[in-house]
């Protein structure tokens, strides 16, 4: 059974930074695109970031390019997003969720996380 499990949201202050992790299971791992998805409240859930089965192929989203940094450690089985530079309107839920090809489409990724918080406010 695959499980993809999000940490390190929280509240953090405008210009601030967190770092998100997901860490997955049941699945060969290394074979997985994994993007990072976001959800604000009363808006449709959008791509965020997006890395490939080798760490040599990421996207972002233009919302977030030059402030986040997702990367992978295959070894570990995990996905982080170092977020820089927050603004109130990155507050949203972050979903992991991996497919064995490239798409930045929600629907079209088989396994999610449960998706984690992340508040910026002052």
């Known amino acids: 059974q695959v499980h993809l499990v999000e940490s390190g949201g929280g509240l953090v202050h405008p210009g601030g930074s967190l770092r998100l992790s997901c860490a997955a299971s049941?699945?060969?791992?290394?074979?997985?695109?994994v993007s990072w998805f976001r959800q604000a409240p009363g808006k449709e859930r959008e791509f965020v970031a997006m890395?490939?089965?080798?760490?040599?192929?990421?996207y972002y989203s233009s919302s977030v390019k030059g402030r986040f940094a997702i990367s992978r450690d295959n070894a570990k089985n995990t996905i982080d997003l170092q977020m820089n530079e927050l603004q109130p309107e990155d507050t949203a839920i972050y979903f992991c969720a991996a497919r064995s090809g490239y798409s930045i489409r929600d629907d079209e990724y088989d396994f999610w996380g449960q998706g984690t918080q992340v508040t910026v406010s002052s």
């Open positions: 890395i490939g089965w080798s760490s040599k192929s990421v």
């Open positions: 049941g699945l060969s791992f290394s074979a997985y695109v």
